[in-house]
């Protein structure tokens, strides 16, 4: 088991460009999500995913767009980029929004736009 | 609004022991969960409290008190590896998990 993949680790864009964040899980999980990180700051949910073809926005939804076209798959799409998307992107997935709702994480991937 | 309160920074020595608080204001309770974050790494899941009072597992331990919207995290022997961003997160009566800003623990020899 891989568990959660991001690619790519590192990425310096400049202002205008797009670019899409992969992610792909192999832990059969129903429930994805994008989170950004600024530094020392919590986790913002940007979008989530509760099964293949389903997405929904999260706290800080605008500049970005996501598909979710199998379970295991979910990127995060960069339409222009601007410098307040300079952070820190964690995908994540749990196996069911219940209680227990265990998210387990990607490696990240740290975004400059410059 | 839904808000969880965490202290930004700690610092303990070596060997000793440290308490990190967390307290909440969510729409619903479903549960909490602490991980633990290194710099530079994503968050890996430490504990999970969904009824009042204490989680043991190993050096760490976390107590709930819904009554309150209290929770902590307690580390014991205090080991350098242990120098991490510790964050508190509630699932609310939607089963979504809100974030705490994380607590920055300094491990000092």
């Known amino acids: 088991n891989a568990g959660v993949t991001q690619t790519p680790k590192f990425r310096i864009l400049k202002i205008g460009q797009s670019m899409t964040l992969q992610c792909t899980q192999d832990m059969n999980h129903n429930y994805m999500y994008w989170y950004r990180q600024d530094p020392g700051m919590g986790l913002k949910l940007i979008y989530y995913?509760?099964?293949?073809?389903?997405?929904d926005k999260g706290e800080v939804p605008n500049g970005y767009n996501v598909s979710r076209s199998t379970t295991e798959d979910f990127p995060l799409r960069l339409e222009l980029a601007a410098p307040s998307q300079t952070s820190v992107y964690f995908c994540?997935?749990?196996?069911?929004?219940?209680?227990?709702?265990?998210?387990?994480f990607g490696p990240g991937t740290r975004l400059t736009v410059l | 609004g839904q808000n969880i309160d965490q202290p930004t920074e700690m610092t303990a020595t070596e060997g000793a022991i440290v308490q990190i608080n967390c307290t909440y204001q969510?729409?619903?309770?479903?549960?909490l969960f602490w991980y633990q974050q290194h710099a530079g790494e994503a968050p890996t899941f430490l504990s999970y409290n969904v009824l009042d009072g204490l989680e043991e597992k190993g050096r760490f331990s976390s107590f709930l008190s819904r009554s309150k919207g209290y929770s902590y995290l307690l580390l014991k022997e205090l080991q350098m590896k242990d120098s991490a961003s510790y964050l508190c997160a509630v699932t609310n009566s939607n089963y979504q998990l809100i974030w705490g800003a994380g607590t920055k623990l300094i491990i000092k020899p």
């Open positions: 969510t729409s619903g309770f479903n549960g």
């Open positions: 995913s509760v099964g293949a073809g389903i997405t």
């Open positions: 994540a997935s749990s196996y069911a929004e219940n209680s227990y709702n265990e998210q387990f």
